[in-house]
């Protein structure tokens, strides 16, 4: 499943990975080069809001400050973990970089 890191530094999940977050929020951490994000429980929770981007379901997390600086923008092919819980996407870029 691709997402994708803008240059702004939102983190862009297409409708198909966005279900995994069900009540719109997450939390994040950085973890052995890979930003982790996990779903919250509930919505009082508290973390990150996934904003809705458009009719389809699409959804964006704003991720910058908890990115590395060296971090590029693009997109990124990542997956779910159901041990941990977490959609994992690798922060380095592949030397064939992916297209959207």
Do not use: C
């Amino acid at each position: 499943m691709r997402v994708e890191i803008t240059p702004s530094g939102y983190l862009v999940l297409p409708a198909e990975v966005a279900f995994r977050f069900p009540t719109g929020t997450a939390i994040a951490l950085v973890r052995d080069g890979e930003l982790w994000l996990m779903p919250v429980n509930h919505p009082g929770g508290g973390g990150l809001l996934l904003k809705i981007r458009n009719p389809r379901g699409d959804r964006s997390v704003l991720v910058q400050e908890l990115l590395p600086e060296a971090t590029e923008p693009g997109v990124r092919e990542a997956f779910w973990d159901e041990g941990a819980g977490a959609l994992r996407i690798p922060l380095a870029r592949p030397a064939h970089a992916l297209r959207p």
